[in-house]
């Protein structure tokens, strides 16, 4: 794939670049693999019709359209990182901030927050609502709010009609979707569509059993005595060592029971669906094969317009900064594709080829393969020509401060975690 090619596709009646790939779990087929959960502990599965089947078939989402954007801007960075490509990125440093702040708090009010990851540097492609994020929102550019700043201005501007700004702050939201519904206008804030989707299914899926057990070497009994939760946290046996609220002392949990310190066996059991909803419970699945579809939409970047700083438009302009943003799409999901689908914890998928891409035209498609290296070559040489129209590109990051209140509403948070046990959900990556 050239860059006079794909800037062709970009420019002419191309209706998308695909990508289909078929996957098997790393363990061999007809081992099992586990979907990401959501509320109840159940998969999303449904039924859909699949070409050359005459009935729909049960499938499980195994990654979904939210996830496969996050894990291809987590391969970006991790090539802007490496210094393999330069990529306009928005960063706020968190790490001097977080230990200073801490630094200030009282002994009895750190908890064990030293047992705990420190905040080190988030960036707008790793925040959840990429640069219409709350953190870059709540953070400072040479001490002025970030979105009260002249840059952050900018995005109250932005539109299908005005994209620039966007293409030179953070081409990703160009990308993989954007809505500014934390900015100034809120709910009317701009909104970009997703130009890029990818997802994983698994097919023909068979539920599992849901399997659940604990020997405790110890041999402690439920019923070996009430816990109670201690002064200076932990727990303890003793009335007289336990925390005390409205003139009672507190139980451990819910019951003070040993297992609500993790003590004690769990009687084996087996489950697969869940009594009232029926759903299937997360004991992982068995599938016939699994299927990994990437599609990028090339009329939803032929909407995008990229005025100069006068506001005035040109169609060498527009078709650069689009053709900028196809070769980031592909050289985004070639990354991914080199970084492997370790989707989470026994869910690693093999593919059974390398990827490959088909041009959706009705006159000059065809199919090609980009290896990340030669897609890494394809982005450099269409920004460049992007350079050349006089399309702006930042190519060091934009560094804010986090604000006073954010880090101090870290802190907190932080202290409440460690003091709580440090209890968190396990979500799949959502926008």
Known sequence: LTLDRLARAVAGRAAALRSRVTLQPAGGEGTKVFPPTYAGAVYATEQRRLPGRDAPVNCVLLDSVQSQANRMEEALQQAVDDRRLKLPVIEVDFRPYFDEAKAALPDDKRGDMDLLDPVGQVSSLQAPHRIADAILRDSLLDGTPFRRSDVGKLLDRVSLQNATPLFELCPTALLFGMWDSTGPKGGLGAKFERAMVS?????????????????????????????????????????????????????????????????????????????????????????????????????????????????????????????????????????????????????????????????????????????????VELFKNAVAAAKKVGLPWREEPLVLTPSDQLVKLVVKSQDLAAKQGGESGDAEGGD
């Open 199 to 375: 997802e994983i299914v698994g097919m023909d899926a068979v539920y599992g059993v849901k399997t659940s057990s604990r020997i405790d070497p110890l041999g402690i009994q439920k019923n070996a005595g009430l816990l109670y939760a201690g002064k200076d946290g932990g727990w303890t046996l003793e009335e007289s060592e336990a925390k005390k609220e409205e003139g009672k002392h507190v139980l451990l949990g819910k019951e003070g029971k040993p297992s609500e310190a993790n003590h004690g066996n769990v009687t084996p059991s087996l489950s697969d669906r869940d009594r009232e909803t029926k759903e299937y419970l997360a004991g992982g699945v068995t599938i016939a094969a699994a299927e990994q579809t990437i599609v990028l939409s090339l009329p939803a970047l032929r909407r995008l317009r990229f005025p100069d700083a006068d506001g005035k438009h040109s169609a060498e302009r527009d078709n650069a900064a689009r053709t900028v943003l196809a070769a980031l799409g592909l050289v985004a999901a070639a990354l991914a594709d080199d970084a492997g689908l370790d989707l989470r914890s026994r869910c690693l998928l093999y593919p059974d080829a390398d990827l490959e891409w088909e041009l959706l035209d009705r006159k000059a498609g065809g199919t090609f393969a980009l290896p990340a290296k030669d897609a």
